[in-house]
């Protein structure tokens, strides 16, 4: 059973439940993770951390080094007003992977970004 968790640190749960593949490479996980997200500047940059997050459990931990303007990954691409992070797993902060983080996002929510302590 998955356990549910509690973050301290100030993060960004990004929930990539349409583009996530089960077969996915650890560089792709990154890509898909990374963006194009509207995010808030100061709650953006106040955060440490970026959550992968696929049906409400976590699936990686990245640990964000900078934000920079999104960039069109494919034709229909919207990037206005949209960021994407620069980052490395969080060695750290492995014990996240494989939670749940149900508890931040409410039933039947559509923005798929949630600030946690940020």
């Not at 509207?38 to 080094?65: H, L, P, S, T």
């Amino acid at each position: 059973m998955t356990h549910k968790i509690k973050i301290s640190e100030p993060a960004i749960l990004l929930i990539i439940n349409q583009l996530f593949d089960s077969a996915m490479s650890a560089e792709e996980l990154y890509d898909t993770t990374r963006g194009n997200w509207v995010v808030a500047g100061e709650r953006r940059d106040n955060a440490k951390y970026a959550f992968a997050v696929y049906k409400g459990i976590v699936q990686e931990v990245y640990e964000i080094q900078r934000w920079e303007p999104a960039v069109k990954r494919f034709e229909d691409d919207q990037t206005e007003n949209r960021w994407r992070f620069h980052g490395i797993v969080a060695d750290s902060m492995q014990h996240y992977v494989g939670g749940s983080v149900e508890d931040y996002f409410e039933r039947g929510a559509q923005n798929p970004v949630r600030y946690v302590n940020c």
